[in-house]
């Protein structure tokens, strides 16, 4: 059974199949992950009880194999599955979908202004994004790989500067959210809005998996996020 006062980022942690239940609700469990599921739920405006029964229908309807608990996996693994996952889905979404959110707001930005604010933020997620995977692939991540329990002074730098980067992902994901009014689609939108809005909403989900992972399994192997490994022990 889940408990109000578990952190959020712990609650995917270990039931992965919850993920999609914070997004629906715009739960931030990577950047605020530290956040019990009590606090995320009343920041969010989310009846706890109806929150809690959702999250364990989650769990109990999960079909198939438990995927590998990331924690287990050594550290050159997690790096390995984070860039040839995440890493890797990103590097072509992006590319495919800025031209299309371009295009979409060219063509219906008149009938809906917003969509010209959503592409100005898909343009700039995937600029933020696209060089934050170039340094982490090119400089932390191979720091990391060969890192022992303590890292240096210019990786503990790094470590924080990919959290602080992480926060500013977040906030653009906000902003698609706005602008694209949590992805609802009005009744004549053509196939390009709505393959807009798909990706766009896998994009999210995706990010969301990404960074949880950098911050709650990966970071605290090397001193950052002790606040989440603390609440996992206690």
């Known amino acids: 059974m889940l408990s109000p006062t578990q952190p959020v980022a712990n609650i995917v942690l270990d039931h992965s199949e919850c993920a999609q239940v914070f997004q629906q609700h715009r739960i931030d469990f990577c950047c605020r992950g ?43 693994a997690l790096i390995d599955h984070i860039v040839g996952k995440h890493h890797a889905y990103l590097r072509k979404a992006l590319p495919f979908v800025r031209p299309l959110a371009a295009k979409v707001a060219r063509v219906h930005g ?28 090119e400089n932390l991540f191979p720091a990391l790989r060969s890192a022992g329990a303590s890292v240096d002074p210019e990786t503990r730098r790094a470590l924080a500067a990919m ?17 694209s009014d949590d992805f609802a689609l009005p009744d004549w939108a053509c196939g390009s809005y709505r393959a807009l809005f798909g990706e766009l909403q896998a994009i999210e989900r995706d990010v969301f998996q990404h960074v949880h992972l950098e911050n709650h399994v990966l970071a605290p192997r090397f001193g950052h996020g002790q606040d989440a490994v603390d609440a996992q022990a206690g």
């Open 34 to 76: 530290e956040l019990s599921l009590e606090q995320a739920a009343k920041e969010r405006g989310v009846e706890l009880t109806a929150l809690l029964g959702q999250l364990e229908r989650a769990i109990a309807e999960r079909r198939g194999d438990t995927p590998v608990a990331m924690r287990d996996v050594s550290t050159p």
């Open 110 to 137: 008149e009938h809906n202004p917003k969509l010209r604010a959503l592409d100005g933020a898909v343009g700039e997620l995937s600029e933020t994004l696209l060089a934050h995977l170039d340094d982490e692939e």
């Open 163 to 179: 959290r602080d980067e992480h926060l500013a992902v977040a906030k653009l994901l906000g902003t698609l959210r706005d602008a």
